[in-house]
């Protein structure tokens, strides 16, 4: 049976669920939270949720929606262009050129592989970052901000993965 | 039989096609990223334009976004300050008192300066104008170190003015949209502000590093400077008036003098650009 219009655009809105939570993700990111020492360093949302769902759900988040987002990233915070897209793309590469590795694993082996993804994707960043400018930028910072994107994955995970259960199911 | 044969291999060449067009699409957005990187760094008007126009399209959003945490601070702040009233009014005594002294001080010297102008035919600097703002976005971390105000163009607010609070200074205008600015912090690996330490007046200039802890470079060597010097600004290459506070020196470690800003960054809610009707290099109409 052809599903009906209105079946295809439930469809549709739910299969964009992935691109606007993380476009959310971003925003939120961005937003001043007033909290001593939180404006120096932040936790890179935007890879989580690029990151989440690249292994659950790949056929939602391809290379064009993680250079987009990564894009937008850069933008909106004023980093160097393409920065943020550069290491949305690796992320998003390293899961799909691994797919067979994510298949039904545990949760503590994604947040594993998370560790290392994040890492290399981090690492990539910030090696270009360090070429645009001429200097290398403050690794600590980077350290920082990649410890503490590490240590919310687990919470933001689960939020992803009920939006994932409500927003998304089987469509 | 032989047909399911040949529409599997069918399948299983298209899946491989799928795989070099994914690898391909791939390799042609991180080439497509480095070319931006490129081009971003060579700073045209059209990378402005775009992040102008997108900063000017997702402002109402931010706008929203930023307005819960701003009370859930004042919210925090509120119970703070009424745990330590009573010393918080005992050393405010103790400030009203020193400030009087001190206003006594300013008041003496301001009518002797007006005096000594009078004698020279002095040409005062022209009146300072304000648009306040809120701070609507603030990205920290390794990478950029710049806050959108919830001000444009349309507001009065040009490229180049300085960005300060009732601490300090801020940064300066980076990008103007309609509805936003981009403000450059002087913590930002960009920014480069001219300025002035301790009571020598050693000019030097202050270099953000993406950390809260600027640098002072081309300082002389025998400057003399110690840790709890002033930093103003100098007003060197007309972008910023002389004298503005930025912050004091935090450190002097093997030649390499750091300055610990004024403004606290966790605590902007609301900046100014202030306009001293100064067209310094770092005005817009010196760079367009």
Do not use: C
């Not at chain 2, 009424?82 to 020193?98: G, I, M, P, V, Y």
């Not at chain 2, 990008?175 to 000019?203: A, C, F, K, W």
């Not at chain 2, 450190?251 to 390499?256: A, L, N, R, T, Y």
């Amino acid at each position: 049976m052809r599903p009906t219009l209105w079946q295809r655009m439930d469809t549709m809105a739910r299969h964009m669920v992935p691109f606007v939570l993380t476009l959310l993700l971003i925003l939120l990111a961005a937003t001043p939270t007033h909290l001593p020492g939180m404006v120096r360093v932040g936790p890179m949302l935007s890879l989580i949720g690029v990151y989440y769902w690249a292994v659950y759900r790949p056929d939602l988040m391809g290379y064009g929606s993680a250079f987009t987002l990564g894009l937008f990233e850069d933008i909106l915070t004023g980093a160097p262009l393409g920065s943020g897209a550069l290491t949305l793309l690796i992320a998003t590469g390293l899961v799909v050129s691994q797919y067979k590795f994510f298949k039904n694993k545990s949760f503590a082996v994604t947040w594993w592989a998370f560790a290392v993804v994040a890492f290399l994707a981090t690492g990539a960043r910030w090696l270009a970052v360090s070429l645009i400018y001429g200097v290398g930028t403050d690794l600590q910072t980077v350290a920082v901000e990649y410890m503490l994107t590490l240590a919310l994955y687990p919470v933001l995970g689960w939020v992803l993965a009920r939006a994932q259960l409500y927003l998304i199911k089987d469509a | 039989m032989v047909l399911v044969k040949q529409s599997s291999v069918a399948l299983n060449r298209l899946g491989a096609l799928r795989g070099v067009m994914q690898r391909f699409a791939l390799l042609a957005l991180v080439g497509a990223s480095f070319a931006l990187m490129l081009l971003g760094k060579a700073d045209t008007v059209l990378v402005e334009r775009a992040r102008t126009s997108i900063a000017d399209s997702v402002a109402p959003v931010l706008d929203v976004l930023s307005r819960p945490a701003a009370s859930l601070a004042q919210a925090v702040e509120t119970v703070r300050e009424f745990t330590a009233l009573h010393e918080e009014n005992q050393r405010l005594r103790a400030d009203n008192e020193r400030l009087m002294r001190w206003q006594m001080v300013a008041r003496k010297l301001e009518a002797e300066n007006e005096a000594l102008r009078a004698l020279q035919n002095f040409r005062p600097e022209p009146e300072a104008s304000f648009v306040s703002a809120r701070v609507v976005a603030d990205t920290g971390g390794a990478f950029a170190h710049s806050l959108l105000m919830l001000a444009g163009g349309g507001d009065g607010v040009r490229k180049g003015q300085a960005v300060m609070t009732g601490e300090g200074l801020v940064g300066r205008v980076a990008e103007v949209g309609r509805r936003t600015s981009r403000v450059l912090l002087i913590t930002d690996i960009n920014s480069r502000i001219p300025v002035m330490v301790g009571e020598g007046r050693q000019r030097a200039i202050m270099a953000g590093e993406n950390t809260d802890r600027p640098r002072l470079i081309y300082l002389p060597a025998n400057a003399g400077v110690v840790p709890g010097d002033l930093v103003v600004t100098s007003g060197a290459a007309g972008a910023f008036p002389q004298g503005l506070p930025v912050g004091v020196v935090a450190s002097v470690e093997d030649g390499v003098v750091r300055v610990a800003p004024y403004v606290q960054r966790d605590r902007l809610e609301v900046v100014q650009a202030v306009d001293y009707g100064l067209s310094g290099i770092l005005s817009g109409t010196a760079l367009e």
